[in-house]
């Protein structure tokens, strides 16, 4: 399998010193087994535009995998050398950890489709999953954040520019980009891969949000490891 990697981190303002030194290990630990050719770094601009920018630039280099970062976000040193171990078991081209809110209830930022919802609502209505305690196999998502995420550059071959866009529902509900990435990704038949072994952090207010602040009830789909997915389908 392909090893160059871009890391990819869009910067809406200053950057916390303890996410700026887990992205620095981060970097360091990939490069001991993979080639990190290329860091795109944007700041001040609308989310949505920022990813675009990264996406083209990702694109225009010969790097294989993007991985995304976002700038508050806390992560095991090892959490690309992770992911790829994933993609090569699963055969997969699109893998997230995760995290979770940094505000309220600290929902999980992965979710699958409510097929209730879309029937009265529209095709980005999803529900919160939250792995199990100790759940560490992956499991299908319909939609995640990009806070930590590793995508092949084949998942943009067909995809509709621009790729990640902000807009509103049919009933008037706003969706994000990376939602909106996702679904068009399902939409061409492409997997998401949850990887639940990677706890990561997010910086919120007044501290960094992890699996254990997650107030929601567990969710036993979670459970569900890879194996038990094959076998289904």
């Known amino acids: 399998m392909e090893n160059k990697i871009a890391i990819l981190v869009p910067c809406g303002n200053s950057v916390d ?6 992205g620095m290990l981060l ?3 990939a490069a001991e087994e993979y080639k990190v050719e290329f860091i795109g770094v944007t700041e001040r601009m609308l989310v949505h535009t920022s990813r675009n920018v990264l996406a083209e630039g990702f694109l225009g280099t010969d ?4 991985f ?4 508050d976000m806390i992560l095991p040193p090892r959490t ?4 790829m171990k994933w993609a090569k078991e699963l055969n997969s081209k699109f893998l997230t950890g995760v995290y979770y809110q940094r505000h309220g209830e600290h929902k999980p930022v992965i979710g699958i489709k409510d097929e209730s919802l879309v029937k009265f609502d529209d095709e980005y209505s999803t529900v919160s ?6 759940c560490k ?3 299908k998502v319909d939609a995640c954040g990009f806070g930590c995420v590793l995508i092949h550059r084949d998942v943009f071959k067909d995809m509709v520019k621009p790729y990640f866009f902000n807009g509103m529902t049919k009933t008037g509900k706003e969706f994000s980009e990376d939602y909106h990435f996702c679904m068009n990704a399902r939409k061409l038949g492409i997997e998401i891969w949850a990887i639940p072994e990677l706890d990561c952090g997010h910086i919120g207010e007044p501290k960094i949000v992890f699996r254990k602040d997650c107030q929601i009830e567990k969710k036993e789909l979670a ?7 094959r076998k289904q389908n």
């Open 17 to 22: 010193p303890k996410a700026f030194q887990s």
């Open 27 to 29: 970097s360091a630990n």
């Open 63 to 66: 790097c294989d995998w993007a």
């Open 68 to 71: 995304w970062l976002d700038s």
């Open 80 to 83: 690309i050398r992770i992911m």
């Open 129 to 134: 999953v939250t792995p199990s305690e100790g």
């Open 137 to 139: 196999l992956p499991f």
């Open 223 to 229: 459970n569900v490891g890879f194996y038990e997915s």
